[in-house]
């Protein structure tokens, strides 16, 4: 039977004081994470080959057109593309003082590949010009996204380590997912997070962490009503949903529906909302500078307003009708600061929920096991400050595109957010020179 204490093996969190400026639009806050004795990554070999890299100059990484050129100085290397990651036979010289510090990863979504952030890619970079290198991952395109969030989140910590290690002159990291893939960043995160001893806040992939950003992403997972719309909150369609799910999206899916493991096991969501021997998941989230969730509030059937939001049922409100001035179908930001709470626990009333809904999944009992489990996730990713974006599609000429719409998938179909697309560049400009940090309770 599980125990009523915390399922992850280190010391109880220290909860620190932090600095809290509020507003609407720049949020200036100050963040720091405190140290936990924990057991280390699986994937800890990646902090000890960051923490030995040396910065320098001889090698470096910079924009080509929409090509990401690798060159040792004043000589001609071989460039490497974003759109799919690979490498390429055009060559260039690029100035030195145009070499991006700055590298901003792009993750997609289920039954994606790069080309979805073809438009995003090119805003981008237009926007904020050649000191970021962004590239577009390609290492969980399509049916690689069912084969479970963890598998695919340490394809992606491999594939930052090798874009690291061919661009030496990068000081700074930002991440930006749409949908699963910001559960995949995740889990790539905590892989390529270290302890920083000069300071208090940890890196990512040796280097200074600055943005989290999700788009659509279901950070609660999608077991609870109304979490997966196109189910149109048919408890009897919920109940059915759970089941198959891995019949269709295999690891991943029984991940999303909170279902994977043995009934005296938590969840890996839940795992992922503290610091635990799987990875110090809170804590990597905590070493960035900034957190942003950008959620539907309507007409998203992939994802709902309250999982994407890290919101509970109650929390909810009725969204303003009207844009903020500049980013169309974005209505409301708001930034919500750490709460210090308890860290997730699974105790054992929901290792009996849990097995129940795996062996008998009525309404009951799936309502009953996601409520405990929810609860717990909340517990531990609200101990984060987070900026909330609110969207709202209920203007456009294809409202139900809403899922694509937030970050442009196909120009033609999917235009409507490009006042999404216009208010992230925006953020990622604003946090990249502020020196403040959106803080964290740890």
């Not at 994470?33 to 890299?53: G, I």
């Not at 100059?57 to 071989?78: D, L, P, Q, T, V």
């Not at 009934?263 to 909302?273: E, F, G, I, S, Y």
């Not at 009333?349 to 009525?362: D, R």
């Amino acid at each position: 039977m599980a125990s009523s204490s915390p399922f992850f093996h280190c010391n109880s969190p220290q909860f620190l004081d932090h600095r809290n400026t509020n507003s609407t639009n720049n949020n200036n806050l100050t963040s720091s994470s405190s140290s936990n004795s924990c057991s280390p990554s699986p994937y800890s070999s990646y902090p000890s080959y960051f923490c030995n890299r040396r910065r320098r100059n001889c090698n470096s990484a910079a924009f080509s057109g929409s090509k990401i050129i690798w060159k040792h100085k004043n000589i001609r290397a071989e460039a490497m593309s974003t759109s799919n990651g690979n490498l390429s036979s055009q060559r260039g010289i690029v100035d030195f003082e145009d070499e991006p510090d700055h590298l901003l990863v792009l993750v997609h979504g289920i039954l994606a590949s790069p080309s979805d952030w073809t438009y995003f890619e090119s805003e981008l970079k237009r926007r904020l010009g050649k000191k970021f290198l962004i590239y577009a991952s390609s290492c969980n395109m399509y049916t690689k996204t069912f084969t479970g969030i963890d598998g695919a989140g340490k394809r992606l910590a491999d594939e930052v380590v090798q874009v690291v290690k061919k661009a030496e002159n990068l000081k700074k990291i930002s991440f930006l997912a749409h949908s699963l893939g910001g559960l995949f960043a995740r889990n790539a995160v905590s892989a390529l997070y270290s302890s920083n001893v000069s300071s208090n806040k940890g890196l990512i992939a040796g280097l200074e962490a600055i943005n989290f950003i999700t788009l659509a992403t279901p950070h609660l997972g999608v077991r609870g009503n109304r979490q997966l719309p196109f189910l149109l909150g048919v408890s009897f369609l919920e109940k059915l949903a759970a089941p198959i799910a891995p019949v269709f999206t295999g690891r991943t899916g029984s991940q999303l529906f909170l279902t994977d493991g043995k009934p005296n096991k938590p969840p890996l969501l839940l795992r992922m909302a503290s610091d635990c021997d799987d990875g110090k998941f809170i804590s990597a989230l905590g070493a960035f500078k900034c957190r942003v969730l950008y959620a539907n509030v309507s007409y998203d059937h992939m994802v709902g307003w309250r999982t994407s939001s890290i919101r509970r049922e109650n929390e909810l409100f009725k969204p303003p009708r009207r844009s903020l001035d500049g980013y169309k179908h974005v209505v409301d930001v708001e930034y919500y600061p750490p709460v210090l709470s308890e860290s997730p626990r699974f105790p054992p009333e929901a290792a009996k929920a849990k097995e129940a809904a795996q062996n008998e999944p009525s309404v009951q009992n799936t309502v009953q096991y996601h409520e405990i489990i929810e609860e717990e996730m909340i517990h531990g990713l609200q101990r984060l400050g987070w900026k909330k974006v609110d969207v709202s599609f209920h203007s456009a000429f294809w409202p139900f595109f809403a899922h694509n719409n937030i970050h442009v998938k196909n120009e033609w179909f999917h235009n409507a957010g490009a006042g999404v697309v216009a208010h992230v560049a925006d953020t990622i400009k604003q946090q990249d020179s502020s020196s403040t940090y959106i803080s964290a309770s740890l």
